[in-house]
C-alpha cells in the first residue's frame, strides 16, 4: 500500500521526535554515533601509538609524540579512514555521506604526503641554513621551525590500516551499532 504523509502528520511526528529524545539512550554524554566514536577512538589509538614507534625508531621515550603531528602512524589518515568506513558499515557505500567521507579522506592522505611533507622538509633545511649563521646574523637567535609536519607513504597507509581495523572492530562490538 502506498500512503500518503500528510504535512500535519509530519508535524506531529517531528513534535513526538524532539519529547522523546531528551529520554532516549542516545542522549547521554557519550553519543552512541558509530562513525564519530569510530572517528575518535582511531585518532586516539594513532597518537597512542606514535610514543611507541618513536621508542622504536629512537630507542627514547617522547610523550609529547602524542600531542604532536607527523609521525607512524598518521593520525589524520586513521581518523578520516575510520570515519569514512563506519560510515559505510552503518549506512552502505551508497550515499553521499559516504562519498562525501571517502573524498574527504583522499584529500587529507595526499596533503599529509605531498604539502605538508614537503613542508616539514623544506623547515629541516631552513633550520639547518639558520644554524651556520655565525652568532651576530640577526636570525642566528630564531626560533627553529617545525620539521615534523607531514608523512611519509608508509605512515599514511599505517594509519588508513589503523582506521579501516577500528571500525571494523566497532561495527562488529556489542556496545555500538
Known sequence: MNEVMMASDAS?????????????????LLPNNLPLLSAFLAFALAQFLKV??????ERRWDS?????????PSSH???VTALAVAIGLQDGTGGSAFAIAVVLACVVMYDATGVRLHAGRQAELLNQIVCEFPPEHPLSSVRPLRELLGHTPLQVV??????????F???NSDGVA
Open 12 to 28: 506531529s511526528m517531528r513534535g513526538l521526535g524532539s519529547t522523546s529524545f531528551a529520554s532516549s539512550p542516545s542522549s547521554n
Open 52 to 57: 611507541f614507534t618513536n621508542w622504536f625508531k
Open 64 to 72: 609529547k609524540r602524542m600531542i604532536g603531528s607527523g609521525g607512524m
Open 77 to 79: 589518515s586513521a581518523t
Open 158 to 167: 599505517a594509519g588508513a590500516l589503523l582506521g579501516f581495523i577500528v571500525a
Open 169 to 171: 572492530l566497532m561495527r
